[in-house]
């Protein structure tokens, strides 16, 4: 499809509207098209490969993990333990991780950001799987449960994803990102953004929803700009160089600096609370979040049918329901004993246990706070 110089007149917003006319392309329901059918697999081949891109970079980011994981957790065995980005297995998780974001990435190319987003569900349950193979961890019953949820959930949102096929173009980008939707949806949002970082900085506000809203609400603008870039990068191999226009550099630098603040944030988070209360409840907000975006920058679930949507909501939910379970107290069974033992101090009859003190040099402390006790001669000695 080829488009025209910038400058000449289609420029102009009807022929932004006739091409994004053209790009819109509706799978008419008739016989034969049903769920993994001939005709189902013809119309969807391309968003096909994207979710395979998803799913294939969702599953080696959680290879990534468990390979750091398993790094961490060998440094901390040994005498002399070594920093950990000195070990080479540390980097090899490292570039898995890089190569499934990468993964991600291409898939928003090819594919809905409402089809891409929710696969992240993937990433848990493939790491819980790759947990219990390889690092010997235990597999309880909510974990098949939550597996069998998410890979349910997962069929229902990938068959009832939007039926549509788009070219990302840099007109249609531009004709998009000036549209009444957008500019009221963002107008929201940067006021949502600032008062919730009001109560967050000002106030001194750190609870885990205050903080994953602030991720989820630059998550939504991350979206948009990646399948943007992603979607660009695709048409200029595909069919014409868009690398050209102004718009590709203005949603290039909207990508980074939006995944910088969305890090930064997600560290505090993670500091401030464990990975399995941030994990699902982050999932949840960023697929909700990406969902709501794909709906209003690219349109993505336009004429799309009641029954449809209804469908593919149901199958989100399934797959949030999975990932809670999946994570939930799974922290809390690695954790180690909150008291350490040491059975009957010399000189001071106790049944309690002695609690350790995070901020001294001794062992620990004893209920009464003191860091001492007699001996059977009278004089005080460091625990």
Same mark, same amino acid.
Not at 127 to 150: C, H, P, Q, W, Y
């Given at each position: 499809?080829?488009?025209?110089?910038?400058?000449?007149?289609?420029?102009?917003?009807?022929?932004?509207?006739?091409?994004?006319?053209?790009?819109?392309?509706?799978?008419?329901?008739?016989?034969?098209?049903?769920?993994?059918?001939?005709?189902?697999?013809?119309?969807?081949?391309?968003?096909?490969?994207?979710?395979?891109?998803?799913?294939?970079?969702?599953?080696?980011?959680?290879?990534?993990?468990?390979?750091?994981?398993?790094?961490?957790?060998?440094?901390?065995?040994?005498?002399?333990?070594?920093?950990?980005?000195?070990?080479?297995?540390?980097?090899?998780?490292?570039?898995?991780?890089?190569?499934?974001?990468?993964?991600?990435?291409?898939?928003?190319?090819?594919?809905?950001?409402?089809?891409?987003?929710?696969?992240?569900?993937?990433?848990?349950?493939?790491?819980?799987?790759?947990?219990?193979?390889?690092?010997?961890?235990? +597999?309880? /019953? =909510?974990?098949?449960?939550?597996?069998?949820? @998410?890979?349910? #959930? !997962?069929?229902? &949102?990938?068959?009832?994803?939007?039926?549509?096929?788009?070219?990302?173009?840099?007109?249609?980008?531009?004709?998009?990102?000036?549209?009444?939707?957008?500019?009221?949806?963002?107008?929201?949002?940067?006021?949502?953004?600032?008062?919730?970082?009001?109560?967050?900085?000002?106030?001194?506000?750190?609870?885990?929803?205050?903080?994953?809203?602030?991720?989820? +609400?630059? /998550? =939504?603008?991350?979206?948009?700009?990646?399948? @943007?870039?992603? #979607? !660009?990068?695709? &048409?200029?191999?595909?069919?014409?160089?868009?690398?050209?226009?102004?718009?590709?550099?203005?949603?290039?630098?909207?990508?980074?600096?939006?995944?910088?603040?969305?890090?930064?944030?997600?560290?505090?988070?993670?500091?401030?609370?464990?990975?399995?209360?941030?994990?699902?409840?982050?999932?949840?907000?960023?697929?909700?979040?990406?969902?709501?975006?794909?709906?209003?920058?690219?349109?993505?679930?336009?004429?799309?049918?009641?029954?449809?949507?209804?469908?593919?909501?149901?199958?989100?939910?399934?797959?949030?329901?999975?990932?809670?379970?999946?994570?939930?107290?799974?922290?809390?069974?690695?954790?180690?004993?909150?008291?350490?033992?040491?059975?009957?101090?010399?000189?001071?009859?106790?049944?309690?246990?002695?609690?350790?003190?995070?901020?001294?040099?001794?062992?620990?402390?004893?209920?009464?706070?003191?860091?001492?006790?007699?001996?059977?001669?009278?004089?005080?000695?460091?625990?």
């Amino acid at each position: 499809m080829a488009t025209p110089a910038p400058g000449g007149p289609g420029d102009s917003p009807s022929a932004a509207l006739d091409e994004l006319s053209r790009n819109f392309t509706y799978g008419a329901l008739g016989a034969g098209n049903g769920s993994l059918s001939g005709a189902w697999y013809r119309r969807n081949q391309i968003h096909l490969f994207g979710a395979l891109l998803a799913i294939f970079g969702n599953l080696v980011i959680s290879v990534s993990l468990n390979i750091q994981k398993y790094s961490h957790l060998q440094l901390a065995h040994q005498e002399y333990p070594r920093p950990y980005f000195k070990s080479v297995l540390w980097w090899g998780g490292v570039v898995l991780m890089a190569v499934g974001e990468t993964g991600n990435f291409a898939a928003y190319g090819f594919a809905p950001i409402t089809l891409i987003a929710p696969l992240g569900c993937m990433s848990v349950t493939g790491s819980a799987i790759i947990s219990v193979m390889f690092l010997k961890e235990n +597999l309880r /019953a =909510s974990d098949l449960l939550g597996m069998t949820l @998410a890979f349910a #959930g !997962m069929y229902l &949102f990938v068959n009832f994803a939007p039926n549509i096929t788009q070219a990302i173009s840099a007109r249609t980008v531009q004709y998009y990102f000036v549209g009444w939707q957008f500019m009221i949806y963002v107008i929201l949002e940067i006021l949502l953004f600032c008062i919730l970082l009001y109560f967050h900085k000002r106030k001194g506000m750190k609870h885990i929803v205050i903080l994953l809203t602030l991720v989820a +609400l630059l /998550a =939504s603008v991350t979206v948009i700009s990646v399948k @943007a870039v992603s #979607g !660009m990068i695709t &048409f200029s191999v595909t069919d014409k160089m868009q690398l050209t226009y102004p718009i590709f550099y203005i949603m290039f630098i909207i990508m980074i600096a939006s995944c910088v603040f969305q890090v930064k944030l997600l560290s505090q988070a993670t500091k401030l609370y464990n990975t399995a209360t941030v994990v699902p409840i982050n999932h949840i907000f960023f697929t909700t979040s990406a969902i709501i975006a794909g709906i209003i920058f690219y349109q993505e679930f336009l004429g799309a049918a009641f029954l449809t949507v209804f469908i593919y909501l149901f199958g989100c939910f399934l797959s949030f329901l999975g990932v809670f379970l999946v994570t939930r107290n799974r922290e809390k069974e690695h954790l180690p004993q909150s008291y350490i033992d040491f059975g009957n101090v010399p000189g001071k009859q106790m049944l309690d246990k002695i609690q350790p003190d995070p901020n001294g040099l001794s062992c620990g402390t004893l209920p009464d706070g003191s860091d001492s006790t007699k001996s059977p001669s009278g004089e005080k000695k460091e625990v």
